[in-house]
């Protein structure tokens, strides 16, 4: 991998949304039990650090995964693991199958939201999933009874 101008913003842009947006608010957040994913989601989405590595076509940066490892290092400053922990499915569980895998309309509706960070999709996703389990669980007991 070749160092490039471009892994230094990112890292440099993750760094001070850690220490500016993060790190200074841990305390009260991890007192209040909660931390407001919405906000930084959506200020996250806005720097482009919701898609680094995803389709230019989808409002992602289109650029290889070391980008994504230098935001990642970056994440791991955050002085609390659930933040980096949602940050990180959002990242790298919940959207990387979508965009490889997911139909167009899938992807209009759910990774372009994604990645803007208007939409927080691993809740969303795991929700769905279970409801669609469920329904496929009815179905084959359906069959069987």
Not at 40 to 47: A, V
Request: charge should be negative; include cysteine; charged fraction near 25%.
């Amino acid at each position: 991998m070749k160092w490039t101008d471009e892994h230094e913003s990112i890292r440099e842009t993750a760094a001070k949304f850690v220490d500016n947006e993060i790190n200074p608010f841990v305390d009260q957040w991890e007192e209040d039990g909660i931390f407001p994913a919405h906000e930084l989601f959506k200020k996250l989405g806005d720097l482009g650090m919701l898609g680094i590595s995803k389709p230019e076509k989808y409002g992602g940066l289109g650029l290889d995964y070391s980008y994504s490892i230098v935001f990642a290092e970056e994440m791991g400053r955050i002085q609390t693991g659930g933040v980096g922990m949602g940050i990180g499915i959002q990242t790298d569980m919940s959207t990387p199958a979508l965009a490889k895998f997911g139909s167009e309309q899938l992807c209009n509706e759910f990774l372009v939201p994604a990645i803007s960070g208007d939409n927080r999709t691993q809740v969303q996703m795991l929700l769905q999933l279970k409801l669609k389990q469920k329904k496929m669980v009815m179905t084959v007991l359906d069959i069987f009874y």
